[in-house]
Nanobody, 115 residues
Framework: QAQLVESGGGLVQPGGSLRLSCAST????????MGWYRQAPGKQRELVAT???????NYADSVKGRFTISRDNAKNTVYLQMNSLKPEDTAVYYC?????????WGQGTQVTVSS
């Protein structure tokens, strides 16, 4: 069964960095606009970054200048480089396609920013 698999999360101190990865068994990313979402406890899932098939990117204001989304179509993987992390970035992070019915969601990867 096709799955989205997010990885790379963890516990980091404020100001630290993490690099998240999203890969898939059975889903081809190269023909889709892809995005990273996050969901904090008690809050709705929000879209934080998107990347088109040709590499154009867009970011939520809350992460602009700190997060960078990228993709490697040969590896069928999407990345999210997160720098200058803040406690308010704490959430479960997910990837999925944009502008189409979402694929089944993966389990996400937990990011916790705390001292």
């Amino acid at each position: 069964q096709a799955q989205l698999v997010e990885s790379g999360g963890g516990l980091v101190q404020p100001g630290g960095s993490l690099r998240l990865s999203c890969a898939s068994t059975g889903r081809i990313f190269s023909t889709h606009v892809m995005g990273w979402y996050r969901q904090a406890p008690g809050k709705q899932r929000e879209l934080v970054a998107t990347i088109t098939m040709t590499g154009s990117t867009n970011y939520a204001d809350s992460v602009k200048g700190r997060f960078t989304i990228s993709r490697d179509n040969a590896k069928n993987t999407v990345y999210l480089q997160m720098n200058s992390l803040k406690p308010e970035d704490t959430a479960v992070y997910y990837c999925n396609r944009i502008y189409s019915v979402p694929w089944s969601w993966g389990q996400g990867t937990q990011v916790t920013v705390s001292s």
